[in-house]
T-cell receptor, first 111, second 112 residues
Framework: GENVEQHPSTLSVQEGDSAVIKCTYSDSASNYFPWYKQELGKRPQLIIDIRSNVGEKKDQRIAVTLNKTAKHFSLHITETQPEDSAVYFCAASKRGNKLVFGAGTILRVKS | DTAVSQTPKYLVTQMGNDKSIKCEQNLGHDTMYWYKQDSKKFLKIMFSYNNKELIINETVPNRFSPKSPDKAHLNLHINSLELGDSAVYFC???????????FGPGTRLTVL
């Protein structure tokens, strides 16, 4: 089955700097890659997703890139702000199969 | 107008007890899920129902039994609670299977 690895497990950045979180997946048939943000004590919420027919997607300060050949995808957050501090999860799935989540990255933005 | 709701929010109980968590979604989604999030924040799927039919049943002890009376509700019953069951349990729903998940607020279960 699918296996998703996520790095780093914790990431500290200074406010205004960029943050990058990387995930690799094992099943080359996976075609859907969402990213979820979970603030302390809250529920996970989708922040951006990408499908395998696209290499990059942007939404204001966040972007996701996908490299199908290498089977990895990354979340990029620019101009980080304190409210970006949270746990971020990547996930992967293929048609008809469950979402498999990465282990999560704790992002701390220091002001 | 809460999209996915769960009750209770907190559940503290003794080992060996039986408890239930209820989940309801008003999004009109066909698929619902139960996830367990342990102390290390790892999110793991337990069950998934599509239109009241069980479609995913991960390696979960038989003490856990989901029930879907209709496609808007997915409840989780746990028998003979153990210390290791302590976690946050999230209900979620999606329009298409494994599509965007809308999570409930979570139920923090503590087994003493």
């Amino acid at each position: 089955g699918e296996n998703v690895e996520q790095h780093p497990s914790t990431l500290s950045v200074q406010e205004g700097d960029s943050a990058v979180i990387k995930c690799t997946y094992s099943d080359s048939a996976s075609n859907y890659f969402p990213w979820y943000k979970q603030e302390l004590g809250k529920r996970p919420q989708l922040i951006i997703d990408i499908r395998s027919n696209v290499g990059e997607k942007k939404d204001q300060r966040i972007a996701v890139t996908l490299n199908k050949t290498a089977k990895h995808f990354s979340l990029h957050i620019t101009e980080t702000q304190p409210e970006d501090s949270a746990v971020y999860f990547c996930a992967a799935s293929k048609r008809g199969n469950k979402l498999v989540f990465g282990a999560g990255t704790i992002l701390r933005v220091k002001s | 107008d809460t999209a996915v709701s769960q009750t209770p929010k907190y559940l503290v109980t003794q080992m060996g007890n039986d408890k239930s968590i209820k989940c309801e979604q008003n999004l009109g989604h066909d698929t619902m899920y139960w996830y367990k999030q342990d102390s290390k924040k790892f999110l793991k799927i337990m069950f998934s129902y599509n239109n009241k039919e069980l479609i995913i049943n991960e390696t979960v002890p038989n003490r856990f039994s989901p029930k879907s009376p209709d496609k808007a509700h997915l409840n989780l019953h746990i028998n003979s609670l153990e210390l290791g069951d302590s976690a946050v349990y999230f209900c979620a729903s999606s329009q298409e299977f494994a599509g965007e998940q809308f999570f409930g607020p979570g139920t923090r279960l503590t087994v003493l």
